[in-house]
């Protein structure tokens, strides 16, 4: 029983001790942080974060020890012996010491992440969407207890996505156009975060060749609609630029309440002339080259469909000269406008020089500015010497409009259905007959006869009558 007595004493001793040791080491424990990184924007359906370990705590000293590879440049002084975050330099240095992530994870459609179980320190986050690029952000997880220790914060460190560049979209809702269409086009900005940058700026440049004025222009900004429009055009070598000031959004006065907002911008236009259009679209994050230009801004285009009628004899060889035609596509009348011999480009009936009669001076006629359809070419009048083909001609373009629908580029496969050909012949007219052939002698004779013989008696027998 003694013994007894003293194997439970032993044992409770034993866990006096280890409840104590417990406690000394819940002591040293600087706890779990947690990071939430809010304001990703919802332009890109996946966005890569990833969270690198910038400095830890020595609880053994109770001292912050930055990691190896940032020493030299975190933290820094100002001129003012001020601590301050050099964001290049410190970019610099984790590019050349390439650190393994903490943690990493996905944000789907701009939805917050939280990193949890992190241990008090200083950590740098990197956040990396393929539309939009955000800031390097450094989030600071520790605080002092009471007594002075270095300890991880107990309430989740909030840190703000600082958009800092876009890669805009650009949209249209047809890339088969015709002279005269009005196409539809969308664009998507992110607006940037401006904290403690001299010069505020927030502007959209929308450039335009062949295409008028933005026209019906609405703008939302965090799916909210807001009252900005395009300012007048300037016109520059080959292009209109038109300008949307949206500074008023990142003034310091709004304390970055829109930065990370998705802006989009919808207007139509309408196409001007034959040769299709292109847009190019940018703002004022956009990287420049040397020349002051953009780098990789999205561009759309639209392009147009062309037939050439070739003007045949019967044989399907001999070209015939002269022709005039009249198109029309779904019983309507097409009206154009002569570019050249032989050339003409598609307008609307009251353009200056509008006409319906196209004509084939050297046995071709071409007619630019069309979209997909059936085409029928009338024949109005024929060349000299033969005859109108009532049948017609059709020729049909096929309809790429989806294929080449936000798209800058064509195949040449793609160009050759965009350029199609028709032929229509012609029957020469039929000669009259000769009329003065060896054949017809005797009957002109007979019938020279028969008309003296007539009037000889028809005179006898009125001679008599008279004697009577």
Excluded at 1 to 8: A, G, L, Q, Y
Excluded at 39 to 45: A, F, G, K, M
Excluded at 94 to 104: H, I, S
Aim: overall charge negative; charged content about 25%; hydrophobic content about 40%.
């Amino acid at each position: 029983m003694k013994n007894f007595k003293k194997v439970i004493a032993f044992a409770l001793a034993a866990i006096m001790m280890m409840a104590m040791s417990i406690t000394a080491f819940a002591e040293q424990s600087t706890g779990s942080a947690t990071i939430k990184v809010t304001n990703i924007s919802e332009r890109d359906e996946k966005t890569e974060l990833s969270v690198y370990q910038l400095a830890s705590i020595d609880t053994a000293k109770n001292k912050i020890e930055v990691v190896d590879w940032a020493k030299a440049v975190y933290p820094k002084k100002d001129d003012n012996n001020q601590l301050i975050i050099d964001v290049d330099a410190l970019n610099a240095a984790f590019e050349a010491a390439n650190p393994t992530a903490v943690k990493k994870a996905e944000s789907v459609n701009g939805a917050d992440v939280e990193f949890t179980d992190l241990a008090a320190g200083v950590y740098m986050i990197k956040v990396v969407g393929k539309k939009v690029q955000y800031n390097t952000m450094v989030a600071v997880a520790y605080t002092t207890d009471d007594n002075g220790n270095y300890v991880a914060t107990t309430k989740a460190v909030e840190i703000k996505a600082k958009g800092s560049s876009n890669n805009m979209e650009k949209k249209d809702d047809d890339g088969l156009v015709r002279a005269g269409q009005k196409v539809n086009f969308e664009l998507k900005s992110t607006v940037p975060y401006m904290a403690n940058k001299t010069n505020v700026e927030y502007k959209i440049y929308d450039r335009e060749t062949n295409l008028s004025a933005p026209e019906d222009v609405k703008v939302f900004v965090g799916g909210k609609e807001m009252a900005f429009n395009f300012g007048e055009g300037v016109a520059k070598d080959g292009y209109t630029e038109y300008t949307m000031d949206l500074t008023s959004l990142v003034e310091s006065g709004m304390n970055d309440q829109y930065a990370g907002k998705t802006v989009v911008v919808k207007y139509t236009a309408t196409v001007i002339g034959s040769n299709g259009f292109t847009n190019v679209t940018y703002d004022s994050t956009y990287d420049k080259d040397e020349n002051g230009e953009p780098k990789n801004p999205p561009t759309v285009k639209g392009w147009p469909a062309d037939i050439t009628l070739i003007k045949y004899a019967e044989d399907g060889k001999t070209i015939l000269n002269g022709a005039e035609f009249e198109v029309s596509k779904n019983g309507t009348v097409l009206y154009f406008a002569q570019e050249s011999e032989g050339v003409y480009n598609l307008v609307d009936e009251k353009a200056d020089g509008a006409t319906k009669t196209i004509v084939a001076p050297k046995g071709k006629v071409q007619i630019k500015g069309l979209d997909e359809g059936t085409y029928l070419f009338t024949e109005t009048k024929a060349p000299e010497g033969y005859s109108i083909n009532p049948a017609g001609a059709k020729v049909t373009i096929t309809d790429l409009s989806e294929d080449l629908t936000n798209k800058n580029t064509i195949t040449e496969a793609q160009k050759a259905l965009l350029s199609q050909e028709g032929s229509i012949n012609d029957t020469k007219l039929s000669s009259l007959p000769f009329t003065g052939g060896m054949g017809t002698t005797i009957f002109t004779v007979l019938g020279v006869a028969l008309m003296a013989l007539a009037s000889a008696l028809y005179f006898a027998t009125k001679k008599k009558a008279s004697v009577n």
